[in-house]
């Protein structure tokens, strides 16, 4: 068995406190040993982390990484302005490659901003799993599917799509990758398709993801057609399960924070993209103490722009102050906790916590930093004042996958002359 030991760096624990100590990696078994003092013996390897808080690795709950390709490609518009004006005509153009170069350069930036796991829906999902394999990471892929504006046979293939690469993915990886059947949202594939195909998903045994109250239009037609809440739409077509988790949840009524506590479905907020598409305020102080499990994501980076969970973190304790007017919602604690534990328990991931016995995923964060200076309370830092640019080492299943912000799984250079190439060809076919 290969051991690896972080040495000598202040620890976040479970509860929130951290300690001084060492942490102790079986590398095979990709797990947590032991979290105590002078453990450097017991290792074969071991990463320095002295001036530097060791945090369970970030969990990026909705995101679509390969969108990094369009990162600046259209900004400042709503959100359906924004979709069928210039990304949909845009994506329509990705080929399998494309993908793969905006998936590896998105994954480039999660291991340096300390992400260790990740849920993602796209297209061209075995692409973006090859780059998973290679980069290191966790993750929890899906083929989003779209119905409308599709004949039925276009339709029922885009399902079948995403269900077969549910099935045949999951424990992809050494375990590292697994899957959930993704309809894109409540409003773009039609009812007929979920009541054939999520039958088959609960089936397969995996959860099913999608949008959720994202924006009012969302919200709007299905109230007009069903008389009904989205989320009680969704629950009447088996697509609130505990298993489940749903993006957004901006626009939810009372009645559906209610459903989402009872039925234990995981929510996963993105402050970023919600500000930058003036999509609203999600009620994430409400959700809290109705008890939902709330995770944290970044979308993609179209409407973000960045993949950093950092912000996103800071983002969603701003926000989430300003949605509840009142500045004690949504504290650094709640923060740090969706940031880590939130979004991998939403996702049904083991990691976000940092004890014996827990997948090893994790991030050392330098503390010898200005704006890290002094250090009254390190999960204060942590929520409000640390970058994606003090992370110096990421781990993920016990693997170093960045040591001293040297990437050590992807050729860095390589992926970012890639993405730039793949980019410019994309903007020259949609011209
Ligand atoms: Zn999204």
Not at 178 to 184: K, L, N, R, V
Not at 393 to 404: E, K, N, S
Request: with cysteine; net charge negative; glycine share 8%.
């Amino acid at each position: 068995m290969t051991m690896l030991a972080i040495t000598g760096g202040r620890v976040l624990r479970p509860d929130l406190t951290v300690t001084s100590a060492d942490v102790l990696i079986d590398q095979d078994a990709g797990e947590i040993r032991e979290i105590g003092t002078d453990l450097a013996g017991a290792a074969d390897e071991t990463l320095e982390a002295a001036e530097s808080l060791v945090t369970p690795g970030f969990v990026n709950g909705h995101c679509h990484v390969a969108m990094t390709l369009l990162r600046g490609y259209a900004d400042d518009k709503p959100l359906e302005a924004w979709l069928q004006e210039d990304i949909w005509p845009a994506e329509g153009e990705l080929t399998a490659a494309d993908v793969r170069a905006g998936a590896e350069l998105g994954l480039v930036e999660l291991i340096k901003s300390g992400t260790t796991a990740f849920a993602d829906m796209y297209f061209h999902v075995p692409d973006v799993a090859v780059a998973v394999e290679e980069a290191g990471l966790r993750a929890r892929l899906g083929h989003g599917i779209v119905t409308v504006g599709k004949d039925g046979e276009a339709a029922r293939e885009d399902a079948t799509t995403s269900l077969e690469i549910a099935r045949e993915y999951d424990g992809a990886a050494d375990g590292r990758i697994s899957t959930a059947f993704m309809p894109h949202s409540l409003t773009t594939v039609g009812s007929e398709y979920l009541a054939e195909f999520v039958p088959e998903a609960r089936e397969a045994g995996v959860p099913v993801h999608y949008h959720a109250n994202e924006t009012v239009d969302e919200v709007a037609p299905i109230v007009d057609e069903h008389g009904q809440r989205p989320l009680e739409y969704a629950a009447e077509h088996g697509l609130l399960e505990p298993e489940d988790f749903v993006a957004h949840g901006v626009h939810v009524d009372e009645s559906e924070i209610d459903l989402l506590a009872a039925a234990g479905t995981g929510v996963i907020h993105c402050p970023a993209s919600n500000m930058k598409l003036a999509s609203g305020m999600a009620p994430v102080e409400r959700m809290l103490e109705a008890g939902v499990t709330v995770g944290l994501g970044t979308d993609g980076a179209a409407s973000n722009n960045d993949l950093s969970m950092l912000d996103e973190a800071r983002d969603a304790a701003m926000l989430g102050k300003l949605a509840a007017d009142d500045a004690s919602a949504v504290p650094a604690e709640a923060v740090v906790d969706m940031l880590t534990r939130g979004s991998a328990d939403a996702i049904g991931l083991e990691s976000g916590r940092l004890e014996a016995g827990a997948p090893a995923d994790l991030a050392v964060i330098d503390l010898e930093q200005p704006h890290l200076t002094p250090r009254h309370d390190l999960v204060s830092h942590l929520a409000y004042a640390a970058a994606a640019a003090d992370v110096r080492h990421t781990v993920c299943d016990g693997q170093v996958l960045m040591r001293d912000r040297e990437v050590l799984t992807l050729d860095e250079a390589g992926v970012r002359e890639r993405a730039v190439e793949t980019a410019a060809s994309l903007s020259a076919r949609v011209e």
